[in-house]
């Protein structure tokens, strides 16, 4: 067939309601990421669809035209509605689909078992295992074992019984590998008419900084704190080089983008790539970029923070997660109430801004530790200048400990044995009704107390 022509779709349409609604200037980096190393591997043919922002009946149109020979789509579990529209309409338009991301990782055996318009599943990073894919079209053969971080529908067949009440899948039984993420190139946020300029222009929040052009980028890759509610696939963390980092800043900084969004799981995790990172802002010259990052509070000792503000940290996102320091520990963040007054308190001294999050709803919630966890997030707000406060409903997802402690529940792990559509109220008030002293509907009484 020649060089395929190549779709890497977001099917992750934030939901109505959501506070993320409006934050679509985030980028879809893992598409991009592919996108580039496709292109450096000689498939140029490569188009980035983003159903934040294009389409969805346009888009399901062109699938079904058949404008695409592969489609890769990316997608979550609170939108497996739309997973079920776009690979239809690929599969009516003659294209190959492979399903990758996050979510997809997670539960490779239920999208294969369950929708036979799904082809393949990539597991962990696609950029590999697609460049190979490609590769494989373009010599003529649809023959797609041994790639790497690919199960595809033949291999998953031969090796399990479809439908089987014991599904046998092990991600471990294909061969599945973790990349250094130093030897991807530089992500082109413009591959191939990609409107980058969509995203850096759709920054809404005039009550913060109305001048802010925002983009995303990643530096590193993985996170090892293990929390129970927490569903990240990657447990190694993986890093790009300072040089890597500050090129990109570069870029960036030339698109006019003043504010980057650190997307990694913990990026203070490793303080030698902080001091790295200041050294080589302090050597080649700072940019005028301000940051944001996710941080573990754990990590923010007095050297960290200074680190932090030396390259222009203007603002952490740290999940607290509750006001219990026992329905804390029980959900993998073992610190105490003190440690993180004193350790905001840094925060606070450097004028670095916080953004706390919070999981109500972990195992072991009652209405008296969600009083203390509202209680709380007034007394962090005393402490450090906060911006935004998030209050999240637990639900466990499919790859998470929490997930895994629903299914020793027999009759929960019989309801949710098979496939992927899970309704996600159902799911959060069987969790709730197991672990929590009340129903998911009450989570907000303890605020109005």
């Known amino acids: 067939m020649g060089r395929p022509r190549i779709a890497l779709l977001q099917a992750q349409v934030t939901p109505e309601g959501s506070g993320l609604r409006n934050e679509k200037w985030y980028l879809p980096l893992g598409l991009l ?28 149109t062109r699938l079904t035209a058949g404008e695409w020979d592969v489609v890769g789509v990316n997608f979550n579990v609170f939108n497996t509605g739309l997973l079920d529209e776009v690979v239809k309409a690929a599969k009516e ?58 199960v595809w529908r033949n291999e998953w067949e031969s090796k399990n019984q479809r439908n089987s009440q014991d599904p046998k899948f092990l991600a471990s039984d294909y061969n599945v590998r973790t990349p250094d993420i130093s030897s991807y190139p530089m992500i082109d946020r413009r591959i191939n008419g990609f409107d980058l300029d969509r995203y850096k ?62 997307v990694d799981d913990a990026f203070t995790a490793d303080k030698e790539l902080l001091r790295e990172i200041k050294n080589i802002f ?43 320091e026992e329905v804390r520990k029980k959900s993998g963040k073992r610190f105490s109430n003190e440690f993180l007054f004193r350790r905001l308190e840094y925060l606070a001294k450097a004028k670095i801004k916080l953004e706390d999050s919070y999981v109500l709803g972990l195992a072991g919630e009652t209405e008296e530790t969600l009083l203390e966890t509202f209680k709380l997030s007034q007394k962090v707000a005393s402490i450090c200048q ?26 929960l792990r019989q309801k949710y044995a098979y496939g992927y559509h899970f309704d996600i109220d159902e799911v959060r008030n069987d969790f709730f009704e197991a672990y929590c002293s009340f129903p998911a509907e009450d989570v907000w009484l303890a605020k109005l107390a």
Not at 116 to 142: C, H, S
């Open 33 to 60: 990421s592919i996108a580039r190393f496709l292109q450096q591997g000689g498939h140029n043919d490569v188009e980035i669809l983003d159903m934040d922002h294009d389409h969805i009946d346009s888009t399901l």
């Open 386 to 411: 906060t911006e935004d406060t998030a209050f999240n409903i637990m639900t466990p997802l499919p790859g998470s400990p929490d997930w895994n402690r629903l299914m020793s529940i027999p009759q």
């Open 93 to 150: 338009g003659g294209s190959l689909t492979v399903i990758g991301g996050q979510a997809a990782t997670a539960i490779p055996d239920r999208l294969l078992s369950s929708n036979d318009d799904i082809d393949a599943v990539v597991l962990y990073d696609g950029e590999e295992p697609m460049l190979q894919l490609a590769n494989r079209l373009a010599q003529g053969t649809t023959d797609l074992s041994r790639i790497p971080n690919l």
């Open 201 to 262: 222009n759709y920054w809404y929040r005039t009550d913060i900084d109305p001048d802010r052009v925002p983009t995303s980028m990643y530096i590193q890759k993985g996170c090892g704190n293990g929390c129970t509610f927490c569903a990240r696939i990657d447990k190694q963390i993986r890093q790009r080089t300072p040089k890597q980092v500050y090129e990109e800043l570069q870029v960036l900084h030339n698109e006019g983008v003043n504010y980057v969004y650190i």
């Open 282 to 324: 302090d050597y080649k010259g700072h940019l005028p970029i301000k940051f944001w990052c996710f941080a573990d509070v754990r990590d923010l000792d007095e050297e960290c923070v200074e680190l932090l503000s030396a390259i222009h940290m203007e603002k952490v996102l740290i999940g607290i997660e509750s006001g219990s």
